[in-house]
């Protein structure tokens, strides 16, 4: 049985053009789905999968997510003089414990390989990783990592979040070739990273939960960059399959949301709003109210 995985790679250096001018002084990763700020998901979900040990691979501007990570004593203190107890539980949930959260730098954005290479010195040779993408935010009863790292307690190997996506949408994904099969893992063949439009090998598109072996990394470190100047993920992960190990697909049980959008943001804005425990039903009614109403809410 595979070692299981407790350590887990958040690329985070992007500069979150998409969302100009809000990302112009904070980073993309702290801004808010209702109540939490987006890396907060990933983190919530890397820990309820296992994960121990976090690695950031940051960039210049991203000082906001270490002290978001960090303690907050004026900030304690001045919750319990007020009795706030409730919140002192959401503070915890922001606390890394000392030595478990690392971060590195990625100097320049040569991609989401380049990104997770810059990871390599705090991993272990013989150690299987995870590679969360905080832009995916995924809704699950289970959540998505702990899905597969159970799966993949059984496969070995290096394993793919993926998800079935509109045939005119896979260019704008990795994108699997798998052999054909019904169940949650399908064995992988290739994959291909953003196919021109009507070339992808199927519609399985790579979504941003990743279970890759130490050999991804000694592959990335040979990789060159690709025709757009990005050394990507996908071109090692397409590696491993070339050379004979295994790589599998895994059809997580889930909504995901791409949070790396405005439209994607707003519709997980929609959806997380109306699960809220607290305003959830206020919102609900909202929106039924406005559902109706002709013309838009507020003046443009
Ligand atoms: C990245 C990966 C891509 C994957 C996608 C999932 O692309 O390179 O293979 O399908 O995340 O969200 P990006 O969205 O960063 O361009």
Redesign the pocket.
């Known amino acids: 049985m595979p070692r299981r995985v407790t350590k887990a790679v958040f690329p985070i250096a992007?500069l979150g053009t998409r969302f100009l001018p809000a990302t112009k002084s904070i980073p993309k990763e702290i801004m808010t789905l209702v109540d939490r700020p987006l890396i907060q998901y990933a983190i919530d979900e890397a820990r309820a999968a296992g994960i121990t040990e976090y690695i950031f691979v940051t960039s210049r501007g991203k000082s906001a997510l270490e002290d978001y990570f960090d303690d907050a004593p004026e900030l304690e203190l001045a919750v319990r003089e007020k009795g706030r107890t409730e919140l002192l539980q959401e503070l915890d949930r922001t606390t890394m414990k000392s030595g478990t959260i690392a971060y590195v730098r990625q100097h320049r954005p040569l991609?989401?390989g380049h990104a997770v290479w810059c990871a390599r010195q705090l991993i272990s040779p013989n150690e299987m990783f995870a590679v969360i993408?905080p832009?995916?935010v995924i809704a699950a009863e289970v959540p998505c990592l702990q899905q597969m790292i159970e799966a993949h307690e059984e496969t070995g190997g290096c394993m793919v979040a993926t998800m079935e996506v509109s045939p005119d949408a896979t260019s704008?994904?990795?994108?699997l070739d798998v052999d054909a099969g019904t169940g949650p893992v399908v064995a992988v063949r290739g994959l291909i990273?953003?196919p021109d439009p009507g070339t992808a090998p199927s519609n399985l598109?790579?979504?941003?939960r990743y279970i890759l072996s130490p050999e991804v990394l000694t592959g990335l470190a040979r990789n060159e960059a690709s025709a757009d100047g990005e050394i990507?993920?996908?071109d090692a992960i397409a590696n491993e399959v070339g050379s004979g190990r295994k790589v599998y697909g895994y059809r997580f049980d889930g909504q995901r949301f791409?949070c790396?959008s405005k439209a994607g943001f707003l519709q997980a804005t929609v959806a997380f709003g109306l699960a809220h425990d607290e305003l959830g039903h206020e919102f609900a009614e909202y929106l039924k109210r406005i559902r109706t109403k002709d013309g838009p809410l507020i003046a443009k």
């Not at 598109?205 to 941003?208: D, K, Q, R, T």
């Open positions: 992007g991609g989401l993408l832009d995916d704008t994904y990795g994108v990273e953003k598109a790579v979504i941003g990507h993920l996908t791409d790396g």
